[in-house]
């Protein structure tokens, strides 16, 4: 699997594999982001409190002629700090959302 990941996982030192299913028209991969915290969007300050989480499709690829999907469970944290305007934020997905746009 290890290979697995490196041919579709373009950003696999940010993340961590949850699951990758391998079927016979389909194989999903679900992911997690790999920092304890993120930076607030509009302050920059590190928060780690999780808000909640929500799952972004980053890529549909072809392999093989398998379609292969990657999805990363994406946290929504609060902004602690009093003078910031963002109250919660999503955790920015840095780069790793372009790697995968120059794949699709
Ligand atoms: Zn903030």
């Given at each position: 699997?290890?290979?697995?990941?490196?041919?579709?996982?373009?950003?696999?030192?940010?993340?961590?594999?949850i699951?990758?299913?391998?079927?016979?028209?389909?194989?999903?991969?679900?992911?997690?982001?790999?920092?304890?915290?993120?930076p607030?969007?509009v302050?920059?300050?590190?928060?780690?409190?999780?808000?909640?989480?929500?799952?972004?499709?980053?890529?549909?690829?072809?392999?093989?002629?398998?379609?292969?999907?990657?999805?990363?469970?994406?946290?929504?944290?609060?902004?602690d700090?009093r003078?910031?305007?963002?109250?919660?934020?999503?955790?920015?997905?840095?780069?790793?959302?372009?790697?995968y746009?120059c794949?699709?």
């Open positions: 699997m290890s290979d697995a990941r490196t041919v579709f996982l373009p950003a696999s030192k940010l993340l961590d594999l699951s990758f299913e391998l079927t016979k028209r389909h194989h999903p991969i679900r992911e997690n982001l790999r920092a304890a915290t993120a607030c969007a302050c920059g300050k590190q928060s780690g409190r999780v808000h909640s989480r929500y799952t972004r499709t980053l890529a549909d690829l072809p392999w093989q002629g398998v379609a292969v999907t990657v999805r990363v469970r994406v946290r929504r944290f609060f902004c700090q003078a910031c305007d963002r109250a919660i934020f999503a955790e920015p997905l840095f780069d790793i959302a372009t790697r746009a794949r699709t």
